[in-house]
């Protein structure tokens, strides 16, 4: 069953903006990771925060976790062209035959305008 | 190099036909997986294998039958095909089956029932 629900479902920013992407989920997680799309490619993995982080760096992304609101937000910091892409949430149960799997959500599709 | 590749990219074909997806990974990785992702971009597991055994098997048609040669391969045959098998195909893999893998995608093979 789909897991992560991803909000907004498209964003549109001017480069150099910032641009904050949400992911909620149902069930309890041993961690989450977000990935980018770029059109008519594979995902690429972009960061993983575990269950006991509230917040992660890398570059210009800040991920953040608040499990008691099963909810995530990825931070692209100062926004580029090359930005634009799908970004999408998964998430990996803690418990039960699910735990082998990650479940992504649906995705944001961003666009960056130069 | 490409580190996860899928052939064909592109695979148009008529109902009732049946098709095969191959998919390779020189990673050194011991779990393979494969998703569809339908037209709306909801990407969702299908098979996963670890070490060339089933660990994952979604509620997918039978006509779906993943075989893995070696821990390198995995490929997909799809049999009678119908329209709704429309959809991007996407093999990935990780490390292994631990929680905090990360799992790197081909670019994704496009099939297109007709």
């Known amino acids: 069953s789909q897991q992560g629900e991803e909000d907004p479902q498209a964003l549109s920013i001017q480069e150099g903006e910032n641009a904050t992407m949400n992911c909620s989920y149902k069930t309890s997680i041993n961690n989450l990771q977000w990935y980018r799309q770029n059109s008519g490619r594979g995902l690429v993995h972009l960061i993983l925060?575990?269950?006991?982080?509230r917040e992660k760096h890398s570059g210009r992304l800040r991920v953040t976790l608040d499990t008691s609101k099963k909810s995530s937000s990825l931070l692209i910091t100062a926004s580029r062209a090359a930005d634009t892409a799908s970004y999408f949430c998964a998430t990996r149960p803690t418990l039960g035959a699910g735990s082998y799997q990650l479940t992504f959500g649906k995705g944001t599709k961003l666009s960056v305008i130069p | 190099d490409t580190a996860v590749s899928q052939t064909p990219k592109y695979l148009v074909t008529q109902m009732g036909n049946d098709k095969s997806i191959k998919c390779e990974q020189n990673l050194g990785h011991d779990t393979m997986y494969w998703y569809k992702q339908d037209s709306k971009k909801f990407l969702k597991i299908m098979f996963s294998y670890n070490n060339k055994e089933l660990i994952i098997n979604e509620t997918v048609p039978n006509r779906f039958s993943p075989k893995s040669p070696d821990k390198a391969h995995l490929n997909l045959h799809i049999n009678s095909l119908e329209l709704g098998d429309s959809a991007v195909y996407f093999c990935a893999s990780s490390q292994d089956v631990s929680s905090t893998d990360t799992q790197y995608f081909g670019p994704g093979t496009r099939l297109t029932v007709l």
């Open positions: 925060i575990r269950s006991n982080e």
